[in-house]
């Protein structure tokens, strides 16, 4: 069967599919991408202050962490129905549901990395004339970095799948193609776009990956045979 008929057939892998609905399929991946990214952000910029506010003062762990968990069960059509008087059928919508979801992962690892700090580590820097922020920057954010490029990742990878629910309003990226396709069982279009997501995610924690290393030089001279 030639390629131009595999639309006909409706079959999974399809050439011309890919040719004609290229754009489409771009559109739909930087869509994709944009509110991945954005939610991402948006929760590691909230979820660093809650890490340092249960830090600080350990009688809010549990309301905090408590909080976060719970809003991590509630499921997505749910969370964005509860959502939409407040921003309606929009993009904000989903980053807002997805930024909720990704506070799980974040504040906990935030937390356990700042937490793993050694305590002698910080009375050096204390002896060494460090402030409570210069001690929060040059020493301990550093110090936490390799949990946090982890929860990082993972909160990555996880919306980049939780970012295709957000089609039930269409701000879905990947996934409103995988909701259009459906209806009609158009399964090129079923397997473009899965396949794109995942690809998504695998080159995005790749990427993640490489970040960490360079900003970790001591985790990786560590980890190398004969390091110190």
């Known amino acids: 069967m030639s390629p131009s008929n595999c639309l006909v057939a409706n079959d999974w892998v399809c050439g011309e599919y890919l040719r004609t609905r290229r754009g489409e399929l ?15 952000a948006i929760a590691l910029l909230v979820a660093l202050p809650l890490a340092l506010l249960v830090r600080a003062r350990p009688r809010f762990a549990a309301p905090v962490l408590g909080l976060t968990t719970l809003l991590y069960t509630v499921p997505s059509l749910a969370m964005f129905s ?27 690892n935030a ?18 004339g460090f402030g409570p922020w210069r001690l929060l920057w040059q020493v301990e954010l550093p110090l936490a970095l390799p949990v946090l490029m982890a929860g990082v990742r993972m909160a990555t990878v996880s919306t ?12 879905g990226g990947l996934g409103n193609l995988i909701e259009d396709a459906l209806p009609t069982f158009f399964k090129a279009q079923v397997l473009a776009a899965s396949v794109l997501c995942v690809l998504l ?26 390091g110190g």
């Open 111 to 128: 937390l356990a990395g700042l937490e793993a700090v050694p305590a002698e580590t910080r009375e050096a820097a204390r002896g060494l």
């Open 82 to 108: 509860l959502l939409l008087p407040v921003f309606g059928l929009s993009s904000a919508l989903v980053v807002t549901g997805l930024v909720l979801y990704a506070l799980t992962i974040l504040v906990r």
């Open 160 to 171: 980049i799948a939780l970012t295709t629910i957000g089609s039930v309003v269409g701000r």
């Open 201 to 226: 995610a695998v080159v995005a924690d790749l990427l993640l990956l490489g970040v960490q290393r360079l900003l970790t030089p001591w985790a990786r001279d560590r980890g190398a045979p004969g």
């Open 26 to 40: 771009t559109d739909a991946l930087v869509q994709h991408v944009g509110l991945t990214a954005a939610s991402v």
